[in-house]
């Protein structure tokens, strides 16, 4: 029988799965109440800042957003305070959406790397208000799970995929909740499969398993009775309500991790997108977060974002690729002085 993305090297493994194999360099971040006169020039946001103060230096290279790859406090501490400033404004109906993306980057770069720091996670939860530690949970689970799927070395090439600008965030909810109505599927878990796949379909290329689009499907699943239904497999309309009725089939409508499993035999890709798909349960405006996360793919010179509007027709060396784009390196920890 045909699956629906049975395969050992998905795209989810990339996008939000493979291990982060550096530590970036962090500089302290003062508390959002401290006086500007006394923050260290070292940490005064550069181009494109917003009113919450973000950890930076100069001299790091910039992407063509121009922003440069987000820092993570070296203090528990201050990554605590910068994650409660960032974790309300994203769900503030009333912050200044120009702000969104850059704050949304910063947030999903915190809990990659405390991902892999499990006593460093741990002080900076201890730290947080109740009612932050349940979402600072749900973030640093899915991305543990999804580390749980991956073992062996990271790639020294970047695949042959393009970077694009998603659909906007509006035609996207529209899809999802016009599939979850149509289905029974919830929204949410639309909306997390398609983040984990393609980055909200960021990534546009076809993988090593020949699945395509922004749900990635195999062809052959697509043109099974019932799942494309003749639309087209690169539209986000028609590939998200393809998604539904897929796991409609695979018997999601009674255990959506049964349904999950068709989509990836894995345990561990379901209980991700049930963590992300938690969080939009809880507090819809998460979602507007979650939309402007960034690509990231774990390769042997660590954690490259690959920023939208990035392009390649073949494999690319990871070397080559970092003399053309300097600012896809996390930033090297700083030598004592």
């Known amino acids: ?63 063509p957003n121009g922003r440069h790859y987000p820092l993570v406090p070296v203090e528990a501490n201050s990554t605590a305070t910068l994650l409660v400033g960032i974790e309300t404004a994203l769900v503030d109906p009333n912050h200044d959406p120009a702000e969104i993306a850059q704050l949304a980057h910063q947030q999903q770069v915190i809990y990659r790397v405390l991902s892999h720091q499990p006593a460093v996670a741990a002080a900076v939860r201890d730290q947080l208000p109740s009612q932050l530690q349940w979402v600072f949970d749900q973030h640093i689970a899915a991305r543990r799970s999804f580390l749980a799927m991956h073992r062996g070395p990271a790639s020294t090439t970047l695949p042959a995929w393009r970077i694009q600008k998603p659909a906007s965030q509006d ?29 909200m379909g960021r990534i546009d290329g076809v993988s090593v398993a020949n699945a395509q689009g922004p749900m990635q499907f195999l062809p052959t699943t697509w043109a099974e009775p019932g799942i494309g239904r003749d639309g087209d497999i690169r539209d986000p309309w028609d590939a998200i309500h393809a998604a539904a009725r897929y796991l409609v089939r695979r018997g999601g409508l009674k255990d959506i991790r049964r349904g999950l499993w068709g989509y990836n035999n894995s345990d561990h890709y379901g209980k991700a997108v049930m963590h992300y798909a938690a969080l939009l349960q809880r507090e819809p405006l998460t979602y507007r977060g979650l939309y402007n996360w960034q690509i990231h793919y774990a390769a042997s010179a660590g954690d490259l974002w690959l920023h939208e509007g990035y392009a390649a027709s073949s494999p690319v060396p990871v070397s080559v690729h970092l003399k053309r784009y300097p600012h896809s390196a996390p930033p090297q920890r700083a030598k004592p002085n």
């Open 1 to 63: 029988m045909t699956r629906f993305l049975i395969r050992r090297h998905r795209w989810t493994t990339v996008l939000l799965g493979l291990p982060i194999l550096f530590t970036p360099l962090t500089v302290a971040c003062r508390p959002l109440n401290t006086p500007t006169s006394k923050r260290p020039e070292a940490v005064k946001p550069t181009v494109a800042g917003t009113s919450i103060e973000l950890p930076t230096r100069s001299g790091l290279p910039v992407a």
């Open 171 to 199: 035609v996207l909810l529209k899809a999802y909740r016009s599939a979850a109505t149509a289905t029974g599927i919830p929204w949410e878990v639309l909306a997390a499969v398609n983040l984990v796949e393609t980055g």
